[in-house]
């Protein structure tokens, strides 16, 4: 069974910083691309960062210089990294894994990030 365990969410000040983990089980991640995705109140869910199978990395403009994604396979987890947070990065972030080949992707379950003085 795959499962998806994000953690490290919380409440910070606006400057502060996070680090979000999502440990994967059930899959071979150097097969995935691996990704963070957010959603805030009342908004689509988007995509934050993106760790690919290749070893690209690509991010939302909002994050850009901020965030960083980075992956350990042989632990099977990537991190997001966030500094500089800002009270629109409030919302609950989401990990996401996408076979490279195959039309298969596994989400979880969040962990929400609170950006307030």
């Known amino acids: 069974q795959v499962q998806l365990v994000e953690s490290g969410g919380g409440l910070v000040q606006p400057g502060g910083s996070l680090r979000l983990s999502c440990a994967a089980s059930?899959?071979?991640?150097?097969?995935?691309?691996m990704g963070w995705y957010r959603q805030a109140p009342g908004k689509q869910r988007e995509l934050v960062a993106l760790?690919?199978?290749?070893?690209?990395?690509n991010y939302a403009e909002s994050v850009k210089g901020r965030f960083t994604i980075s992956r350990d396979n042989a632990k099977n987890t990537v991190y997001l990294q966030m500094n500089s947070l800002k009270p629109e990065d409030t919302a609950v972030y989401y990990c996401n894994a996408e076979h490279r080949f195959a039309p298969t992707q596994y989400w979880g379950k969040g962990t929400l990030v609170t950006v307030s003085s």
């Open positions: 760790s690919t199978s290749g070893g690209t990395v």
């Open positions: 059930g899959i071979i991640s150097s097969l995935y691309h």
